[in-house]
């Protein structure tokens, strides 16, 4: 079976080539690159936004065979900044969404240009969440948050990141908002979650991740491999909703 | 890699959520499955029970049909029965049950555990503090705390479970040994080997908790000598517990 990883970052200092073999030695067959998204810090200018993209834009136009991206935003810039940047990001065929981090709480106003350039090129949005009890950034985005851009956003495809972050209680806020998928990244792989999530909002809307080189491919692998479903359901999760949600 | 021996293993109910092989028997086929020959377990409800010898009872009861699988019974010094327990290794919640590494009575516990050749076993952490209960936050054990407290009884190991790479890292007593479940940095165990050594690393995967496969690939995939995976999967633990563990 084919693994498409979609939650992975290609980190400036360390390069790719360690993340393209240990993925390979994993059976992975294919990765979404997110970029760098915290090399400025948690609110990067324009010109760092730019120079995240041009690090992915080199990797997929280099690696097309194996890699796609997401082009990395800050909602909070310019909205001239963000329709030009998102032009210069999808005019490259490997360019398949965006991917939001900390910079602004998605449930923001600011992230009206945003939603409605993703909207006119129908492509996903991968947004960071977390259910922090400790340790929350300033303007990280949680379940609740995800919820209402969802709800107002309907046509545009969010995949709220971290379902391990996110727990039970992540899972039911976006339970009835269709648009809405999960990647099953984040934080150390806790058993329980997953089965619970593919129970509750179905093998549909759920995509494999798993935040590497940030964590291990192996340790996020084995906790959806040995998670008890069936192979109709992991073939969605590993591959068939990725391949689907990003028009491949 | 012949012996399988996972240091972090936990039985009976969490407080919080129901964990899918929190039965012992139901962890133990996953355990056979995997090629685990034996284990270390605590119990899962000792961190807050208001009584720890009713979790104590329930983890020796359960632990009785799996020889292979050796219970770790919590202790702290307010339950003075640690004077009296018979264990090869016992469990320490020092953050979970409100004592200090360095108070006078965990000191003369510590020494009479150590007296009788009985493993202490300190669990820095259960879960990742982000995801913890809002109304039940539990900071991890100190890592100086635990430098401070094995250097007061060099020559004697004790067992940290749970700890970060980092702080593994930070671990510098040399009677230290540390397991692996929390160690997930890319690739597999990276940081843990280079600044800890492999010598004193012991392969614990922190089931029901965490998938027991994931732990496991990080002895798979992780870039180590053959002597190293070995080391870890097993031979290290050999040193505490000897050939008949």
Redesign the interface.
């Known amino acids: 079976m084919t693994i498409f990883d979609i939650h992975t970052h290609n980190m400036a200092h360390r390069g790719t080539g360690e993340l393209y073999e240990q993925a390979r030695a994993h059976g992975i067959g294919r990765l979404l690159l997110l970029g760098d998204v915290l090399r400025h810090g948690e609110t990067p200018s324009a010109e760092q936004v730019r120079e995240i993209n041009d690090d992915t834009l080199a990797e997929v136009k280099s690696h097309g065979d194996f890699a796609d991206g997401f082009c990395f935003m800050n909602p909070a810039l310019d909205p001239q900044f963000i329709r030009g940047e998102l032009a210069r990001c999808f005019a490259e065929p490997g360019m398949k969404g965006v991917k939001l981090e900390i910079s602004l709480c998605c449930r923001s106003p600011l992230m009206r240009t945003l939603m409605e350039e993703l909207e006119k090129y129908d492509r996903p949005l991968l947004q960071h969440c977390w259910f922090k009890t400790v340790g929350k950034y300033a303007n990280e985005s949680d379940p609740t948050d995800v919820a209402v851009l969802a709800k107002t956003y309907p046509k545009v495809k969010i995949v709220m990141a971290h379902l391990c972050g996110c727990g039970y209680r992540g899972v039911e806020y976006i339970a009835d908002c269709p648009n809405v998928y999960v990647d099953t990244s984040g934080g150390q792989p806790e058993d329980g979650f997953l089965q619970y999530a593919v129970r509750r909002i179905g093998a549909d809307r759920l995509l494999y991740g798993s935040d590497a080189p940030c964590r291990d491919f192996g340790c996020q692998l084995h906790k959806v491999l040995n998670a008890g479903l069936s192979s109709a359901e992991l073939e969605k999760i590993l591959f068939r909703n990725a391949m689907e949600l990003l028009k491949k | 890699m012949k012996k399988l021996f996972d240091v972090n293993l936990s039985t009976g109910r969490w407080p919080f ?5 929190e039965k012992l028997s139901d962890l133990n086929r996953r355990l056979r499955a995997a090629g685990i020959s034996g284990g270390l377990v605590r119990s899962l409800e000792a961190p807050f029970s208001m009584n720890i010898y009713e979790a104590n009872d329930l983890l020796l009861e359960s632990c009785r049909d799996y020889p292979e699988l050796i219970p770790a019974p919590s202790v702290r010094p307010d339950f003075t029965l640690w004077r009296e327990i018979d264990a090869r290794a016992v469990t320490l919640h020092p953050v979970c049950h409100q004592y200090s590494l360095d108070a006078p009575e965990t000191l003369e516990m510590i020494e009479a555990l150590l007296r009788k050749k009985i493993l202490p076993v300190i669990v820095v952490r259960e ?8 109304l039940c ?1 539990v900071a991890p054990v100190p890592v100086d705390g635990i430098n401070a407290l094995a250097r007061r009884f060099p020559g004697h190991p004790f067992l940290v479970l749970n700890a970060y790479a980092g702080e593994i890292g930070r671990l510098d007593a040399p009677n230290l040994y540390a397991d692996t479940a ?1 160690a ?5 165990l990276s940081h843990a080997v280079e600044k800890f050594g492999t010598e004193h690393l012991v392969f614990g995967s ?13 002895l ?2 992780g870039k180590l000598t053959e002597e190293q995976r070995a080391g870890i999967a097993g031979k290290n633990i050999e040193r505490i517990f000897g050939n008949d563990k």
């Open positions: 959520r129901r964990l899918p092989l879960e990742d503090e982000r995801g913890q209960h809002p936050r929390f997930e940095t890319f690739p597999a922190h089931s029901p908790f965490f998938c027991l496969e994931s732990g496991l690939s990080k798979e995939y």
